[in-house]
Every structure is written in C-alpha cells, then in structure tokens.
C-alpha cells in the first residue's frame, strides 16, 4: 500500500516497494545507500555501510519495527532529501559527489534547523541500528550477548 500527504491541492504517494523489499522504493533504497556510504565508510570497521547490507536492513526495520505513521515519515525524510538538494547544488543526494553528501549530512546537524536537525538524527538512528546491529561489525567491537549468565 503506498502513503500518501495531502495540502495545498496536491498529493504525494510514496510509492509501491521495490522488488524483494518489504517498504522502500528502488529511489529510496538509493538514498539510503548514499546515506550508508557516508556514515560508514568502512575502516576502522570491517564493513561499509554498502557491504553491510544497510539498505536492506533498513527495509526491515521500518517493515518489522517503526509504526506505520513512523514508517511513513521516515521515507518522507527520505524524499525530502533526496530533492532538497536539487536547487541547492543541482542534482538529487543520491546523484551528488561523497564530498557533497558529506557536506549535505552535516548541514542537517545544525542548531539552527530543529526539524531538519531532528529528521537528520531521526535518519542516523535508523541507519545505526541497521549498520551496528550486522554481526561482523558487532563481532568487531567485542560486544557479545551474555543473556544466558555465562561468563562473559
């Protein structure tokens, strides 16, 4: 089923999932992958974010996890993104230089812009349970479950 925004007298759906996804469009999937590559270049971890399968596993938290209002608003963050920055530099996020993206990523930090701060923060914590929760990156940190008692 896709969401949709309605105001001002236009609509934006967001759109069927790509194929073999549970949520995500092939243009979300790509943001969150340029997103990933940024985030988590690899070094000092074993991984990148691409190699993690972060996309993926995005796909499946906001399926399995987010509320469907939550999930809805994430991919708005998404969308939002993705063409904020076709006037700004010229190109989608997607399409944009890693120096660019980096640059991008680290305006949504700033104090100045409590919604685009908040969606940036919002999108970091979804991508780090995705990245942080692979076993080779958490194998790599020396975290291990002891739920059983046994010795650490």
Known sequence: ????????????????PAKGAQV???????????????????????????EAGVSSEVDRIIAEVLEPVHAAGFRYVLRTL?????????HRFSALSVEDRTDVLSTWKGPDQMARRVAGDGLRV??????FGHPEVLASM???????????
């Not at 979804?126 to 990245?131: D, K, P, R, S, V």
């Open 1 to 16: 089923m896709a969401a949709g925004a309605i105001g001002a007298g236009f609509s934006i759906t967001l759109g069927a």
């Open 24 to 50: 995500l469009t092939a243009p979300e999937f790509a943001v969150v992958d340029a997103v990933a590559e940024i985030l988590f270049p690899g070094a000092p971890f074993p991984l990148s974010g691409i």
């Open 82 to 90: 993705e063409w904020g920055t076709l006037a700004s530099r010229g």
């Open 126 to 131: 979804i991508l780090g349970m995705a990245y």
């Open 142 to 152: 020396g975290w291990r479950a002891t739920c059983g008692g046994g010795p650490v």
